[in-house]
Structures are given as C-alpha cells and as structure tokens.
C-alpha cells in the first residue's frame, strides 16, 4: 500500500461502454497525475492537476476525461475507447510539483 | 522529447555494481529517479534539483550534471532486492517547462545470486 489507492486493479471493457477509474489519496498532497504505461514503452503523462485546477493536458484524445472535484480524488472517466488504449493506468500524487511522486498501483485495462 | 536510459538492461551478481544513465536533448530543472519491480507501483527514490548535485539513497546515490543535460544513478554493493526496472524522469528547465515529467524508456536491472 503506497498511499495512493486505485480502483479497479483490472478492468475489462467494451469499445462501446463508459467506465471511470479512481483514484484517492490521504497523504495530503496538492498535485495529482494520470500515467499510461503501456509494454515497451515509457510512462506517458496524460493530466496534471495542481490544487484541484487541471494545469496539462498532454494531447490526451477526448474520449479520456479527467475529473478532480478535491485534492484528495482524481477520476478518469472512458468512453468508446479503441484497442490501443489497453495499457496500465497510473495515478500519482505529490506534495507539489516538483516534489518526488507516490504512485498507485495501477488500473490494468483491456479494451476489447 | 523523451529522455534517453542506458543500458537497456543489464544483469548482475550479488555484490556488483552498476551506473544507469539518463541524458536529455533539453536544459533540465530536475531529475527524478523511480524503481518498478513487476506488477508494483514506480517507487520515488530521489530527485536532484540543481546541476553537480548528488545525492544518495542507502547503497544508491545519483548525480546531475546540468551542463551536460543528464544524469545518472549509481547502485553499489548490489543486492537481490535492487532488481526492478528504474525509470529517470526529467523536469525541462525555463519558460514552458512547467510541472511536466517526462520518463525515459527504462533500465532493466536484474541481480542474481
């Protein structure tokens, strides 16, 4: 347990239907990430936010949609996701940027 | 631009060690240094924050040489427990560099008995 819980650890979903991951931590910290991790390739950042206010969106496609209603929760919200978007999900916290990253565990999702 | 790890991978024995490299083609604020071990969440080991800065974690320790955009991490007296695969993560430095964090492409580090 690292302080950073993420669920579900696994998801399965259609092309078609709309999940959402979560994300929480209690270690008080201010700035909260979403991380892809897919096979073979590096950690993409997807969203930052700082103080509950979303301050990068890296070229994320729209059918991902981040939600931060306070400082503790991050959502990502799926819609009509395609095969490729099958990747490990990570969300992570800091105290504040620029400050070392506690990672959750991750969503393993699979789009089929 | 993603930063770039070397080597890929690399094996050990109990006891020997190690330098991971992590060079960026940009000025750098900060680096980070992360280990994954299979199936686990990346686990922060340090951050460097200013050029020539080094720091140390137990047996690790790392440096940053701002000048030469990069940074490496130093494993000594390697143990089972350092296997994983350690990711750098650089912070680009002035206008436009904001809070992103890109990570290298990662070091596969295995020690053996």
């Known amino acids: 347990e690292t302080g950073v819980t993420q669920t579900p650890r696994h998801l399965v979903m259609g092309m078609t239907n709309k999940k959402s991951l979560k994300c929480e931590q209690h270690?008080?910290?201010?700035?909260m990430y979403w991380y892809k991790q897919s096979a073979k390739k590096p950690l993409e950042l997807m969203f930052v936010?700082?103080?509950?206010?979303?301050?990068e969106n890296n070229s994320v496609p729209s059918r991902f949609s981040p939600e931060c209603p306070n400082s503790s929760h991050l959502f990502l919200h799926l819609h009509t996701l395609q095969p490729e978007d099958s990747a490990l999900y990570l969300c992570?916290?800091?105290?504040?940027?620029?400050?070392?990253?506690?990672f959750g565990s991750g969503t393993r999702l699979t789009v089929v | 631009q993603q930063p770039v790890q070397s080597p890929q991978a690399v094996i050990l024995r109990e006891g020997e060690d190690a330098v991971i490299n992590c060079s960026s083609s940009?000025?750098?604020?900060?680096v980070h240094w992360y280990r994954q071990k299979h199936g686990e969440a990346p686990v922060f080991l340090m951050i460097?924050?200013?050029?020539?800065e080094q720091k140390g974690h137990e047996k690790i320790s790392a440096s940053f040489n701002e000048k030469k955009q990069q940074s490496s991490l130093y494993l000594t007296a390697s143990q089972l427990s350092y296997s994983g695969t350690y990711f750098c993560?650089?912070?680009?430095?002035?206008?436009?560099?904001?809070?992103?964090?890109?990570f290298g492409t990662g070091t596969q580090l295995k020690v053996e008995l």
């Open positions: 992570a916290s800091s105290p504040r940027v620029t400050y070392g990253y506690t």
């Open positions: 270690l008080g910290h201010n700035a």
């Open positions: 936010y700082n103080f509950k206010e979303q301050t």
């Open positions: 940009k000025a750098l604020y900060s």
């Open positions: 460097l924050l200013k050029g020539g």
């Open positions: 993560g650089t912070e680009i430095g002035g206008a436009g560099g904001g809070n992103k964090l890109t």
